[in-house]
């Protein structure tokens, strides 16, 4: 299959192929994330159909870099949305997409794929994946994350650092292998 | 930057910031740490593209059936999207095929047994119907709050923006627009608030505006709702919960906005504003 963010260039200029190899590439991937979140399989389905849909009506959503990651994130928050709106609670914010200098992600992560990350993730230990994890599927702040495993707040904010740190730096061996 | 938390704790919220896992409170004082600090910026760009790949450890594979009937109503929806629209002409010829009493007669069976059929299932459509457009919805406002905040911080960080060095941080204007990016506001009493004030042009007395409560990380970014072309000054001060709608106290600071591009050291707190 072609590289996600090649798809997207294709599918800007409608072409319905290039959506349909995108789709059988990435559902896992958004359902995954979807019922991962929400914990109900119908509503991963409607937003695995809402998520594609908005991809071919505004494939410009997508500039550059990672596709897996980017879709990853949009997935992610459009799922925490729902739930947060079903809970009528507010939760961790969205960071504002502050464009990045440079594409490192596609050029590093562009052939990343689920189970490398599942090891890189597992080969933190415990007390750095907890509040990631938390943090990504939960849509919790970090101040929720310290009362729910009664670990200090700056205690948690430094495990997602340097959980994040390891995480990348066993990515990137995985990568130059 | 006169911040109390120290570099490391700062850093710390780069990355829990890029994970998502920040109050929406600080998110701002994050962005903003992050266009002015070089090593917050890089520390930012390689979590965030990290961050974002967690997701990838939930994927799995979905049952043959629900994959085929997702992907069926997804295609269905986009061919028709990239069909062309019947023409008149074609629309006629249409009528004049369904014009015939063999048809009618074939449409009038095939909608009885349709409508028998269907009933539950269209039930089920408008649900659906209506929980996507509820998803919409959501991803409307989403998309709305990203072009507000990247617009906000294209405008703190334009080489073009005009910045004033006013007590506690920086009054920024560029446009239209108009933002105080402040910095260790001290701590307000019980029932007080931080409020900004915007002199117009030709104007005589200040008009209210956004009253605001400082961050506890130090770091309070405040658009204004006024144009800034029209503005001679804008001001701070401290008033009660709610805000007033004239000063009741000494401002904080008072920033007449000239032409000049950065007024470095120019401090204009404590000046009335008349």
Request: proline content about 5%.
């Amino acid at each position: 299959m072609e590289d996600g963010a090649r798809l997207m260039e294709r599918v800007r200029a409608r072409d319905v192929d290039a959506f349909e190899q995108l789709y059988d590439g990435y559902h896992r991937l958004v359902f995954g994330i979807a019922l991962r979140i929400t914990s109900d399989a119908a509503l991963a389905e409607d937003l695995t159909q809402s998520i594609f849909l908005k991809l071919w009506s505004s494939p410009e959503t997508f500039r550059e870099g990672n596709f897996a990651g980017w879709l990853s994130r949009v997935t992610r928050n459009q799922a925490l949305d729902v739930v947060r709106s079903r809970a009528n609670r507010p939760g961790a914010e969205m960071p504002a997409e502050i464009p990045a200098e440079a594409s490192t992600d596609a050029t590093v992560f562009a052939r990343i794929d689920a189970q490398r990350v599942r090891g890189a993730l597992s080969a933190l230990s415990e007390e750095q994946r907890t509040p990631i994890e938390l943090g990504f599927f939960a849509g919790i702040t970090h101040e929720e994350i310290a009362l729910r495993t009664g670990i200090p707040l700056g205690t948690i904010k430094t495990r997602i650092r340097t959980g994040l740190r390891r995480m990348r730096e066993s990515l990137n061996e995985t990568v130059s292998r | 930057m006169n911040d109390p938390l120290d570099r490391e704790t700062l850093l710390d919220l780069v990355a829990a910031y890029a994970l998502g896992v920040l109050p929406a409170t600080q998110c701002s004082l994050v962005a903003s740490l992050i266009l002015a600090d070089p090593e917050a910026r890089r520390e930012y760009d390689e979590a965030r593209a990290t961050a974002n790949l967690v997701g990838l450890s939930a994927e799995e594979p979905v049952d043959s059936a629900r994959a085929a009937r997702m992907k069926e109503r997804l295609l269905a929806d986009v061919r028709s999207d990239v069909a062309p629209r019947r023409t008149p002409a074609g629309a006629a010829r249409s009528s004049a095929v369904w014009g015939t009493a063999l048809a009618a007669a074939a449409a009038v069976v095939f909608a009885l047994v349709s409508v028998i059929q269907n009933f539950s299932l269209r039930s089920d459509l408008h649900e659906a119907q209506q929980r996507v457009a509820a998803l919409q919805t959501h991803v409307d406002a989403d998309r709305r709050t990203v072009a507000r905040d990247r617009g906000m911080l294209t405008d703190l960080s334009a080489s073009d923006a005009k910045r004033y060095t006013v007590a506690y941080g920086t009054v920024v204007t560029r446009g239209a627009h108009v933002y105080l990016a402040l910095t260790s506001l001290p701590p307000l009493a019980r029932g007080k608030v931080y409020q900004a004030w915007t002199l117009a042009r030709g104007a005589k007395t200040v008009a209210p505006s956004v009253v605001f409560t400082p961050s506890e990380n130090g770091l309070t970014l405040v658009p204004l709702r006024a144009d800034a072309r029209s503005l001679a000054a804008v001001a701070v001060s401290v008033e009660p919960e709610g805000g007033s709608r004239q000063p009741t106290t000494k401002p904080t600071f008072v920033q007449p906005l000239g032409a000049a591009q950065m007024q470095s050291g120019e401090r204009g707190e404590h000046r009335s504003l008349s």
